[in-house]
C-alpha cells in the first residue's frame, strides 16, 4: 500500500506553529513534519501564529453585537448562527473545518501552550461551529470524525516527566490532558498520540538531524495507523 493511499482519510492538515523564533528547533521540526505530510500526498496549510502578529484576546470588539453583558460564547453562537463573525476568525475557522488533521506546534511552556496558541483556541473553536449550537461535546462535537495531534518540543530531559520521579517535573500525559482532553476531545477530534522532542537546546546538529528525521517517521506512523497510536 503506497503511502497515499493508505493516508486517504487525510487529505488535508493544518499545523498551528507558536514559537517567536524561526530558527528555533520548535520551528524546523514543524518545517520537518510538513514537508513529510506533502510528501505523502496531503495538502498542509501552515498558520504561524507569531509571525501572523496573532491577537490572543477575545474581545467584545471582535462581535458586531456588544451588549451591556458581554457573554464571549453566546456571541459566538449570535455570530455564526447571522453570518456576522469576524473576517479573521471567519477565516481560520474555515481552515480548521476543511482539514482532516490539525496538528498544534508549539514549546512546553509553564506546563502548558504559549499564551498565542491559547488565545487562537479561544477564538477560533467557535461555539456554534465547533461544540455547541446545533453540535455537543466529544463524541457529537462540530469537529468530530476529524483527527488532531500535539508537536510538543520541552526544556526538561525526558527522564524528568518519568513516572515516579520525586525530584521530575511530574508526568506529560498529565500536563497535556487539559490541551488533548479539555480542547481537542471537546470538540470532537480523536486525539493522536503527541509528538514530544525532549530537550532540544541539548541537541548537537547531528542529534537535531535525527531527531528530525524521528519526528518525520513518527507523524507518519500516528496518520497511517487506523487508531494514531494512541496513548
Known amino acids: 500500500m503506497s503511502l497515499i493511499s493508505a493516508a486517504a482519510s487525510v487529505a488535508n492538515a493544518l499545523i498551528v506553529h507558536a514559537h517567536p523564533e524561526p530558527a528555533s528547533f520548535s520551528s524546523a521540526q514543524a518545517d520537518a513534519v510538513a514537508k513529510r505530510l506533502r510528501e505523502a ?57 476543511a482539514t482532516d488533521l490539525l496538528v498544534l506546534s508549539f514549546p512546553l511552556w509553564w506546563f502548558s501552550m504559549p499564551a ?5 483556541v479561544d477564538r477560533v473553536f467557535v461555539m456554534g461551529a465547533a461544540f455547541g449550537g446545533e453540535h ?13 495531534m500535539l508537536l510538543v518540543t520541552t526544556g526538561g530531559a525526558e527522564a524528568a516527566f518519568a513516572p515516579g ?50 519526528a518525520q517517521l513518527q507523524v507518519m506512523d500516528r496518520v497511517l495507523s487506523p487508531i494514531g497510536q494512541k496513548e
Open 41 to 97: 500526498g496531503i495538502h498542509v496549510d501552515r498558520i504561524d501564529l507569531y509571525d501572523l502578529g496573532w491577537n490572543p484576546v477575545l474581545h467584545r470588539d471582535q462581535f458586531l453585537s456588544q451588549p451591556g453583558y458581554f457573554k464571549p460564547q453566546a456571541e459566538q453562537l449570535r455570530s455564526v448562527t447571522e453570518g456576522t463573525l469576524e473576517a479573521l476568525t471567519r477565516a481560520h475557522l474555515d481552515k480548521l473545518l
Open 165 to 214: 520521579q520525586v525530584d521530575g517535573y511530574g508526568e506529560m500525559d498529565k500536563f497535556l490532558f487539559h490541551i488533548q482532553r479539555g480542547m481537542l476531545e471537546f470538540v470532537g477530534y480523536d486525539v493522536l498520540a503527541p509528538i514530544i522532542t525532549y530537550s532540544p537546546a541539548r541537541l548537537d546538529a547531528h542529534q537535531r538531524s535525527i531527531a528530525l528525521q524521528h
Open 136 to 148: 455537543g461535546i466529544f463524541a457529537q462535537g462540530g469537529l468530530r470524525d476529524k483527527k488532531a
Open 116 to 120: 498565542i496558541m491559547k488565545g487562537w
